[in-house]
């Protein structure tokens, strides 16, 4: 079974200041994707970012940066520099990489970070 | 290329009705899956469908909920009954084959059942 812990419930912070975000999964496949979701107080579900498990490197986009460690089954997110646009709930989700005719690549999610950047 | 389109948006229903949401993929795509997010709590799975055929649905409630994604239109999701318990944000996600790296999301259904 899959399964995706965020035990951050809440965080707030002040604008400029650094957030981290931690999640951790389990898993017992070998090859699996690791994804970030954002969503905005108006509800839809933004797509931030995929990692595939073979792929360890660390990646930075902006502001936003992804630390993945396999050795921890983490896969945290770290906003830099934060601004009050970035206030939203953060999931983190899972799947398989390779995908059974029986169940497809359905996304398992946390169970979310209600991130407030307070001005 | 439109994304995946969701409607209605926002459905209020009474008690006992019937609740339908309907999912149309993005051009090509011919999987679904649809997810079910209660309030204040994550996205969980619900069903996964193909064209025609109904590949998973382990998460479904066993009763009152059904799911099809038939070859000419949209897939719909069918909630009859419904009760306050089934107030929630419904997503559809498609995707051209059965890799998730190709999973797009649609903007939601929020269910009010008053």
């Known amino acids: 079974a899959q399964k995706v812990t965020q035990a951050q419930t809440e965080i707030s912070v002040v604008e400029k200041e650094d957030v981290t975000l931690d999640c951790v999964y389990e898993?017992?496949?070998?090859?699996?994707?690791l994804f970030w979701y954002k969503q905005p107080p108006s509800g839809e579900l933004v797509f931030l970012i995929r990692?595939?498990?073979?792929?360890?490197q660390n990646e930075i986009s902006g502001r936003y940066s992804w630390n993945f460690q396999k050795s921890t089954s983490s896969f945290n997110f770290t906003i830099t520099a934060s601004q009050v646009v970035d206030s939203a709930v953060y999931f983190c989700a899972l799947s398989r990489s390779s995908p059974r005719e029986t169940s497809g690549s359905r996304l398992t999610f946390g169970e979310g970070t209600q991130l407030t950047v307070n001005p | 290329n439109a994304g995946v389109m969701q409607n209605p948006r926002h459905l209020v229903r009474r008690r006992g009705q019937e609740a339908r949401l309907r999912c149309s993929p993005m051009?090509?795509?011919?999987?679904v899956y649809w997810y079910r997010q209660l309030p204040e709590e994550g996205l969980k799975f619900m069903v996964y469908l193909q064209k025609e055929n109904i590949i998973d649905e382990s998460g479904m409630p066993k009763e009152r909920f059904s799911a099809e994604f038939p070859k000419e239109g949209p897939s719909i999701l069918r909630i009859q009954q419904v009760v306050r318990g089934d107030s929630a944000a419904y997503f559809c996600?498609?995707?051209?084959?059965?890799?998730?790296?190709?999973?797009?999301f649609g903007p939601g259904t929020r269910l009010t059942v008053l």
């Open positions: 898993t017992r496949d070998t090859t699996y994707y």
């Open positions: 051009k090509g795509h011919s999987h």
């Open positions: 996600a498609s995707s051209p084959q059965t890799n998730a790296a190709e999973q797009f």
């Open positions: 990692r595939n498990s073979f792929d360890e």
